[in-house]
């Protein structure tokens, strides 16, 4: 059995800083919008100095481990949690950008919703139809 050799990504502004860029290039490759938006790094450097500040070393793990996952490949739902908690958690912000669905995407998911709907509702319609008939016309 061979032994998986992993990496050690640091937490550092520059490696936060590449996984952010890594979060913005998957989005406009598959169409996603990006809500919010991303703080640029001049405005984080005045508020949070040269380097991260983390209140324990658990946060930075964490991070790390976000930084990780990315490098290994970008995912909505991974994005999304290293958004939030980077933005929330580290730098102590109200709100963090996230990344959702295009509106082509979300009105498709819609329509679906609707049409499973309305299927249902047919498919109870048509049992309570074939109930009504029964043998009816086989009598005659």
């Known amino acids: 059995m061979k032994t998986m050799e992993t990496k050690q990504i640091a937490a550092t502004k520059e490696n936060v800083e590449i996984a952010i ?24 450097s005045t508020i949070f100095g040269s380097s991260l500040k983390f209140e324990s070393k658990s946060k930075e793990k964490v991070l790390r481990t976000y930084l990780w996952r990315l490098d290994q490949r970008v995912t909505m739902a991974q994005a999304n949690k290293f958004l939030h908690f ?25 329509a679906r919703k609707a049409w499973k709907k309305v299927q249902a509702e047919a498919e109870k319609l048509l049992l309570e139809y074939k109930n009504e008939k029964g043998d009816f016309y086989k009598k005659s």
């Open 21 to 44: 860029n890594k979060i913005k290039e998957f989005a406009t490759e598959k169409g996603y919008q990006i809500i919010g938006e991303f703080k640029k790094e001049g405005v984080l």
């Open 86 to 110: 980077l933005y929330k958690k580290v730098y102590k912000l109200d709100s963090a950008p996230r990344i959702e669905y295009s509106e082509k995407e979300l009105k498709i998911k819609e």
